[in-house]
């Protein structure tokens, strides 16, 4: 059974006398201990969904169940209950900012009505795990935003959840603090085996910590699965769009370099006809030269638009894209070329510059 499942969800709000679909028909599952993904653009309806995982948003209709339990079944007494399984943290932080770190930590279980030594004693072992020990008598305003998010998680840890919801909590942050947060909810994730669903509008933070995704588009879901399934085969046009617009630093990237066929680089203008395969480099073709040997074998130049290495649930994926020449049968003739040496290509009509 998963721990998280959404049934036919629709949200519908009304604005000025209008109806705006926010969630339209969604169906999902979250197993246990998984690291699942949704992203979606601004305005994809990725934080009502969020929201309505733990019914801070009730849906105009469908189910969400936690661990079977129907959450629109509930008491709101046992709705209270059930959410202190699901904690959350979000993209600034919400510290209260009058406390310090370490009562920050313990004012959840406080409430809980965990005795002040006690929720303490918690609260040290949980700044031990964020590695923030040094900062418990600090206040927000005192800390980085890096720092900020430890806190929140630890906080979040505070209530001993089952599932942690993250909305955009790495958007506020730098690509250097966004890994060091990652790399900290992936060992929570290990350590405790807690449920982790990440909702973000970054594709790299979805391939670096993710093994399931969920694509929002204008309140639909248009795709899910697993995250290596669709960076290599994106069916939608959402999926494809935000893989191609996902540029990790130090990628490569041209719009009028070709590789010649005897090996030497040559500017060219970029001709408007050229068809544009994406390709993705398996283990095994990764250690050889396709493309120059395409080049060679062919005796055509193609044009490379972008090179670059991709990290996709911990496993490097070379990706590449690549304008191929105006005629069809030689294009024909390389994608066929391309397949026997265990590429993944699709065809590429967005722009991609």
């Given at each position: 059974m998963p721990i998280i499942e959404v049934r036919h969800l629709y949200k519908t709000f009304e604005q000025k006398g209008s109806t705006v679909e926010a969630l339209k028909d969604i169906s999902l599952q979250i197993e246990a201990g998984d690291i699942y993904g949704i992203i979606?653009?601004?305005?994809?309806?990725k934080s009502t969904l969020v929201r309505c995982l733990n019914y801070l948003e009730r849906p105009t209709s469908g189910e969400v169940l936690i661990e079977g339990n129907n959450l629109g079944t509930l008491t709101e007494k046992q709705l209270r209950a059930q959410r202190s399984d699901i904690a959350m943290i979000f993209q600034h932080f919400n510290l209260l900012m009058q406390k310090n770190v370490i009562d920050n930590i313990c004012f959840p279980m406080v409430i809980q009505g965990v005795r002040e030594g006690d929720a303490k004693a918690q609260a040290y072992e949980l700044l031990k795990t964020v590695g923030l020990e040094e900062k418990a008598k600090s206040y927000p305003a005192q800390l980085s935003g890096g720092q900020k998010q430890r806190v929140a998680i630890a906080r979040a840890l505070a209530s001993n959840p089952k599932i942690l919801l993250c909305d955009e909590a790495t958007s506020a942050l730098d690509p250097q603090t966004t890994a060091s947060i990652l790399a900290l909810?992936?060992?929570?994730?290990q350590q405790f085996g807690i449920?982790?669903?990440?909702?973000?509008?970054?594709m790299s933070v979805i391939r670096e910590i993710c093994s399931h995704v969920a694509i929002v588009e204008q309140g639909e879901?248009?795709?899910q699965g697993l995250v290596e399934d669709i960076f290599n085969h994106p069916k939608?046009?959402?999926a494809r769009e935000l893989i191609l617009k996902d540029r990790p630093e130090g990628s490569w990237e041209s719009t009028s370099q070709t590789a010649d066929w005897n090996?030497?680089?040559?500017q060219v203008e970029r001709v408007?006809?050229?068809k544009k395969l994406r390709i993705v480099f398996s283990e095994n073709s990764a250690f050889e030269p396709v493309i120059?040997?395409?080049v060679l074998k062919f005796g055509t130049p193609v044009n490379i638009l972008r090179a670059d290495t991709k990290n996709v649930g911990g496993f490097a994926k070379g990706e590449m894209i690549l304008g191929l020449p105006t005629d069809e049968n030689l294009q024909y003739e390389m994608e066929q070329y391309l397949l026997e040496k265990g590429l993944e290509i699709e065809e590429v009509t967005e722009d991609v510059d």
């Open positions: 979606g653009m601004s305005g994809a309806g909810l992936k060992e929570i994730n449920t982790i669903v990440i909702i973000t509008h970054q879901l248009v795709e939608s046009k959402a090996g030497s680089e040559r408007a006809g050229d120059a040997n395409m």
